[in-house]
């Protein structure tokens, strides 16, 4: 690494009692006393190649030297549109150690959504990760005034547009050791200048419910979370995190770069979400943020698998999976009372004896070395959960926002309560509105919506944050999630219905691969239903029906009959007013591309109304005739 940015050193922090202001702080830190210690992975020829933090700092700074080349002053916004790799990080650090803030726009958007993200946010300069993205840029009819460059990431810029500057990464970087050169100081002054409370990033909403908001989270809330974070989370340098959710949201940003800055651990970067199996294997990563959607995906997997195995493995496996359960609940048996143990010795040698014949097996699948899985975005099934528990890979469940820099609670490997997010972190207060809404204090609430200070004094009153979403505090301070509050479904009976909890209860069912609750203002409730491609292939197998079209075999009358067992099952603990009564099950499945998801699987609940809106209201052609006994209809 050039001289230039060794002033922040562990000897003179020490000596002169400094104290990080910003994560800038750390990285430059970790840059200069782990140098030789690995930082990031990814893969380069087929292989997963390690790079030490001396080869990462060293390419920040030429970054960095390259955007104060183009002029880019603090303050001023940079976006990014790249899918996650080493480059969106370089990017990032770079250009938070010059004080500019950048913005982050998923690359699945559309190109409309990104322009006015990039016109929205007064972006003089973007990072494009392909010709894909830049011709989103290229092909925008009004671009903001600011606009003064684009960079692109892979190759060389096969057109130029004479609005703005068209640069390849190599060039940024050459730009870069040539500015380094003549001034040696710029870098290191811009870092020495950074103060907590200055503008870090501007991270747009995922627009599920109107126009996105760029929400402004200063390096002051991003040094709350890491802090807080350490405090509960235990990493340290020796672990390694596998990176697959996208950069562009505020959970693996914050929660997963951020933090493993801070820790100085080590973050392989996936190939894509498609490979993350076969990776997991190649790395063998300690830590993985997740979204339940992975999770229930790899659920699904594995029981699929488990159907497919010889029988005499099959009743080896269920016998392994029912006396886990069993000693699980022992143990939150043992834990509820404030007793030590209770599991009697026969059963901890019977445990070891399942242990070595299935539950490592398919922990060798994650890697067989995690021992941190985070799950955050959506509320978790809790027979995932439990599944997951019993073979001996704990997933903790937080809750955050982006307006919140992502965590306001979350449990820990120590402190693991399922059905709860767990206690707020270390400075963060929460309580209850009347109406049932989560409302949020603390270092790590963003600074308000930009350009948008209407929406901003909506949101915050007092210093407290309305999240939006309903929750309840339980007797030892653990937090619970209900539903959203603009999802709550209100029948034109008056009776209140939370849809997310509902679907909730479907996720990890094989056959089951997305549901979508509906029924405001109507008598009843019903269901958009989509399958598991997985789970509808091995059902196939296992009754004899075609395999050869899918979307076919979805509305196969055994097909719907399973289905409608399904839904009857789930109907039975729920009051009369919150079962599902009809239902449609759509041939394809709710997609990112098709816009139906968010880049963190999310359902977009009004997205998903209004495109089947036709569907849904022919569940209600004879709303004054319901379906006896609870047992819901097919609707085409």
């Not at 400094?18 to 030789?36: C, G």
């Not at 449609?584 to 997609?591: A, M, N, P, R």
Request: hydrophobic fraction near 40%.
């Amino acid at each position: 690494m050039a001289q230039s940015v060794r002033f922040i050193t562990s000897a003179r922090r020490k000596a002169e009692n400094l104290t990080y202001k910003t994560i800038v702080d750390v990285f430059w830190e970790r840059v200069a006393t782990m140098s030789e210690r690995p930082a990031i992975m990814h893969k380069v020829d087929g292989k997963f190649r390690p790079v030490i933090w001396r080869e990462h700092g060293r390419t920040v700074e030429l970054t960095a030297g390259g955007l104060i080349s183009l002029s880019v002053m603090p303050g001023e916004k940079l976006a990014i549109m790249s899918q996650s790799r080493p480059h969106w990080t370089w990017t990032d650090l770079a250009s938070l150690s010059i004080g500019a803030v950048t913005v982050p726009i998923y690359p699945t958007l559309a190109a409309p959504e990104a322009q006015f993200l990039v016109r929205h946010s007064d972006a003089v300069g973007v990072f494009c990760e392909n010709d894909v993205q830049l011709r989103k840029i290229q092909e925008a009819k009004d671009l903001p005034e600011s606009l003064r460059f684009v960079v692109l990431m892979e190759g060389e810029p096969k057109t130029t547009d004479p609005r703005f500057k068209t640069l390849s990464w190599n060039q940024l970087l050459e730009h870069g050791e040539i500015q380094l050169g003549k001034d040696a100081q710029a870098l290191p002054e811009r870092i020495k200048n950074l103060k907590p409370e200055d503008l870090a990033t501007i991270v747009y909403t995922s627009g599920t419910t109107g126009i996105p908001k760029g929400a402004m989270l200063l390096h002051s809330n991003i040094m709350a979370v890491c802090e807080a974070m350490h405090v509960l989370v235990g990493l340290n340098e020796n672990d390694l995190a596998l990176s697959f959710l996208p950069l562009s949201h505020v959970y693996e940003r914050v929660g997963g770069q951020m933090i493993s800055i801070y820790e100085g651990l080590v973050v392989a970067f996936a190939e894509s979400i498609e490979q993350v199996p076969k990776n997991m294997i190649e790395v063998r990563p300690t830590v993985l943020n997740g979204v339940p959607r992975f999770y229930e995906k790899a659920y699904q997997r594995i029981q699929v698998e488990i159907r497919k195995l010889p029988k005499p493995q099959q009743y080896l496996i269920r016998w392994a999976m029912a006396l886990g359960k069993r000693a699980l609940h022992y143990k939150k048996a043992a834990q509820f009372k404030h007793e030590d143990h209770i599991v009697n010795q026969i059963l901890k040698a019977e445990l070891r004896v399942a242990d070595r014949l299935v539950f490592s097996r398919i922990r060798r699948r994650f890697g067989g070395r995690l021992r941190v899985m985070v799950s955050g975005a959506a509320p978790l099934s809790p027979n995932v959960q439990e599944f997951f528990e019993i073979i001996g890979l704990n997933i903790v469940e937080g809750y955050g926002l982006t307006e919140t820099s992502a965590p306001v609670a979350c449990n820990t490997p120590e402190e693991n309560h399922p059905g709860t997010v767990g206690k707020p972190m270390p400075g963060v207060e929460v309580k209850i509105a009347e109406d049932g809404e989560i409302l949020v204090k603390g270092p790590s609430i963003f600074a308000g919506y930009y350009k948008n200070e209407e929406a901003t004094n909506a949101a915050l009153s007092n210093g407290w944050f309305s999240t939006g979403d309903i929750g309840e505090i339980d007797a030892s301070g653990r937090l619970k999630i209900k539903d959203r509050k603009k999802d709550i479904i209100i029948t034109s009976n008056g009776k209140h219905v939370a849809p997310q909890y509902i679907e909730n209860l479907f996720k990890g069912e094989n056959l089951i691969s997305h549901i979508l609750v509906y029924g405001d203002r109507r008598k009843y409730v019903s269901a958009l239903i989509t399958l598991s491609r997985d789970g509808l292939r091995a059902f196939a197998e296992a009754n004899a029906l075609p395999v050869d079209d899918l979307d076919k075999l979805t509305q196969h009358p055994k097909v719907r009959e399973e289905v409608e067992a399904v839904v009857k099952r789930k109907n039975e603990p729920l009051a009369n007013f919150e079962r599902i009564k009809k239902f449609v099950i759509l041939e394809h499945d709710f997609t990112v591309e098709n816009d139906e998801l968010t880049p963190t699987f999310k359902v977009k609940r009004k997205v998903i109304t209004e495109k089947y809106r036709a569907l849904l209201d022919s569940c209600y052609e004879a709303e004054d005739v319901e379906v006896g006994g609870g047992v819901p209809e097919t609707a085409n």
